[in-house]
């Protein structure tokens, strides 16, 4: 069973699903009104080998992630740029989706957006207030923190140690609010604004609002794991969680949170303006290097991420993408039927259920590169490497990490100057070989020598 680390507990404890064999997950999805930054990316990925390990594992896996798209930040940038609010949500979301495709984040089995939710928010909120943990101010419904048992236990504080050196934070809604804390569920509108009606009149809902009725919906009281940014335990986890509490309804049963991604050491966010856009790093690098940095790294750290880190994952990739051409060019008959090397599929199992390892995992995918080439090397056989190659597949295949063989891609006429080269050299006809090398170097390819012949990619 895999064991994560749950937020709620500052342990790592094992994944206890409500059915067995069934994990249903709600990650929190994008606020639609930029681009996606490195850190939207970070926790996709995250979040996506998860997801992929756990189907891979033979488990049932209910995924939702939702798209927030009526927001405060959405009419902002709607009203700096003169546009439509809805538009430019769609915009941005399908911006969004073409990013997690390029990394190749696995599409959510449900993504709600929270417009599509309103009434049943507003259901919600009317529970709150009748049951006396929310209230009606001036500017909107408040839910009253002081009225939900163990407040706090995401940010590992009580309600008075929050309020001890507070400083000068600023209090959303101050002069209306029963405590400080408390938060907002239902927002009144203001001239011009979008609005849904309610019974406290015409408004939309809160963030923290929207998460705890979707994932509700879809996947049912005490569903197994909420995941997110670190950044979104408090007050954005702990706040949908006070409101199942105060509601006397289960919610999540497991909170795991990835760390941020930084620039010189701080975290980067549209907020500190200092993030690189997803879509400028697929543009610029190969996108599957952002995958590999993101194993590379426990997904609970911090992790640096500068051209340099994404251009040595490029470089890495190559390392995998030329085994993979290698292994392209063996005979099928010679792998047929090799079953995965037991020893190393155990060994990425004991790692990824300890709290995610990737680390481990990426070093282990590495290893078996060395293990491969060296007996390719070496002259032997399928049933000797055809297991070991096996193994790497389907690591590669449980994290979501894909390498291009392209050997059925090369063209008849490059593999007749690949064959023609390799008799030159075996008659050591030294001049000859390197002309046809340059020859297929002029065509876009490069020849590698390599103990069973040449080995062509492109170049």
Same mark, same amino acid.
């Given at each position: 069973?895999?064991? =994560?680390?749950?937020?709620?507990?500052?342990?790592?404890?094992?994944?206890?699903?409500?059915?067995?064999?069934?994990?249903?997950?709600?990650?929190?999805?994008?606020?639609?009104?930029?681009?996606?930054?490195?850190?939207?990316?970070?926790?996709?990925?995250?979040?996506?080998?998860?997801?992929? +390990?756990?189907?891979?594992?033979?488990? %049932?896996?209910?995924?939702?992630?939702?798209?927030?798209?009526?927001?405060?930040?959405?009419?902002?940038?709607?009203?700096?740029?003169?546009?439509?609010?809805?538009?430019?949500?769609?915009?941005?979301?399908? &911006?969004?989706?073409?990013?997690?495709?390029?990394?190749?984040?696995?599409?959510?089995?449900?993504?709600?957006?929270?417009?599509? +939710?309103?009434?049943?928010?507003?259901?919600?909120?009317?529970?709150? &207030?009748?049951?006396?943990?929310?209230?009606?101010?001036?500017?909107?419904?408040?839910?009253?923190?002081?009225?939900? @048992?163990?407040?706090? $236990?995401?940010?590992?504080?009580?309600? @008075?140690?929050?309020?001890?050196?507070?400083?000068?934070?600023?209090?959303?809604?101050?002069?209306?609010?029963?405590?400080?804390?408390?938060?907002?569920?239902?927002?009144?509108?203001?001239?011009?604004?979008?609005?849904?009606?309610?019974?406290?009149?015409?408004?939309?809902?809160?963030?923290?609002?929207?998460?705890?009725?979707?994932?509700?919906?879809?996947?049912?009281?005490?569903?197994?794991?909420?995941?997110?940014?670190?950044?979104?335990?408090?007050?954005?986890?702990?706040?949908?969680?006070?409101?199942?509490?105060?509601?006397?309804?289960?919610?999540?049963?497991?909170?795991?949170?990835?760390?941020?991604?930084?620039?010189?050491?701080?975290?980067?966010?549209?907020?500190?303006?200092?993030?690189?856009?997803?879509?400028?790093?697929?543009?610029?690098?190969?996108?599957?290097?952002?995958?590999?940095?993101?194993?590379?790294?426990?997904?609970?750290?911090?992790?640096?991420?500068?051209?340099?880190?994404?251009?040595?994952?490029?470089?890495?990739?190559?390392?995998?993408?030329?085994?993979?051409?290698?292994?392209?060019?063996?005979?099928?008959?010679?792998?047929?039927?090799? %079953?995965?090397?037991?020893?190393?599929?155990?060994?990425?199992?004991?790692?990824?259920?300890?709290?995610?390892?990737?680390?481990?995992?990426?070093?282990?995918?590495?290893? $078996?590169?060395?293990?491969?080439?060296?007996?390719?090397?070496?002259? @032997?056989?399928?049933? &000797?490497?055809?297991?070991?190659?096996?193994?790497?597949?389907?690591? =590669?295949?449980?994290?979501?990490? %894909?390498?291009?063989?392209?050997?059925?891609?090369?063209?008849?006429?490059?593999?007749?100057?690949?064959?023609?080269?390799?008799?030159?050299?075996?008659?050591?006809?030294?001049?000859?070989?390197?002309?046809?090398?340059?020859?297929?170097?002029?065509?876009?390819?490069?020849?590698?020598?390599?103990?069973?012949?040449?080995?062509?990619? =492109?170049?």
């Amino acid at each position: 069973m895999i064991r =994560l680390y749950d937020t709620a507990l500052s342990a790592v404890t094992p994944l206890e699903t409500r059915e067995a064999g069934k994990v249903s997950m709600y990650v929190c999805g994008p606020t639609v009104y930029g681009p996606p930054h490195l850190g939207h990316g970070r926790f996709s990925l995250v979040f996506d080998i998860l997801r992929r +390990y756990l189907l891979w594992s033979g488990s %049932e896996v209910s995924y939702v992630s939702n798209i927030t798209d009526i927001d405060d930040k959405i009419l902002q940038r709607a009203t700096q740029e003169g546009r439509d609010w809805t538009e430019l949500a769609r915009e941005y979301e399908q &911006i969004w989706y073409s990013a997690m495709d390029a990394i190749g984040v696995m599409r959510p089995d449900h993504d709600p957006h929270a417009t599509q +939710y309103v009434e049943q928010m507003v259901q919600l909120i009317s529970d709150l &207030i009748h049951k006396n943990a929310a209230y009606v101010t001036p500017d909107g419904v408040y839910l009253s923190v002081e009225q939900v @048992d163990g407040y706090g $236990l995401l940010a590992r504080q009580s309600l @008075d140690e929050m309020m001890t050196g507070g400083g000068d934070r600023v209090i959303v809604g101050e002069g209306h609010k029963h405590h400080p804390a408390d938060f907002v569920l239902w927002k009144f509108a203001k001239p011009g604004e979008p609005a849904w009606p309610s019974p406290w009149g015409e408004g939309r809902p809160g963030w923290h609002t929207e998460c705890v009725v979707m994932s509700l919906d879809l996947l049912g009281d005490g569903f197994d794991l909420h995941g997110g940014g670190m950044d979104l335990a408090f007050p954005h986890h702990e706040n949908e969680r006070a409101q199942a509490v105060a509601l006397g309804r289960s919610f999540a049963g497991h909170w795991m949170h990835n760390g941020f991604v930084e620039v010189g050491g701080e975290k980067m966010s549209k907020s500190l303006n200092n993030f690189t856009t997803l879509v400028d790093l697929i543009e610029a690098h190969d996108p599957r290097a952002y995958r590999l940095v993101v194993l590379g790294s426990h997904y609970r750290s911090p992790v640096e991420v500068t051209d340099s880190t994404i251009v040595a994952a490029e470089n890495a990739l190559d390392r995998l993408d030329s085994l993979a051409r290698r292994v392209a060019q063996i005979d099928p008959a010679e792998l047929a039927g090799a %079953e995965p090397d037991t020893q190393a599929m155990r060994a990425f199992q004991e790692q990824m259920n300890n709290d995610l390892d990737t680390p481990a995992t990426s070093a282990q995918i590495f290893g $078996l590169v060395t293990d491969i080439n060296r007996a390719l090397d070496a002259g @032997d056989g399928g049933r &000797i490497v055809g297991p070991l190659i096996a193994a790497w597949q389907q690591i =590669l295949e449980a994290v979501g990490l %894909e390498v291009f063989g392209h050997a059925d891609q090369v063209p008849e006429e490059i593999l007749a100057l690949a064959a023609r080269r390799d008799q030159a050299r075996e008659a050591k006809e030294w001049a000859t070989a390197d002309a046809l090398r340059d020859q297929i170097h002029a065509a876009g390819w490069l020849a590698e020598d390599s103990p069973t012949g040449t080995q062509v990619r =492109l170049a």
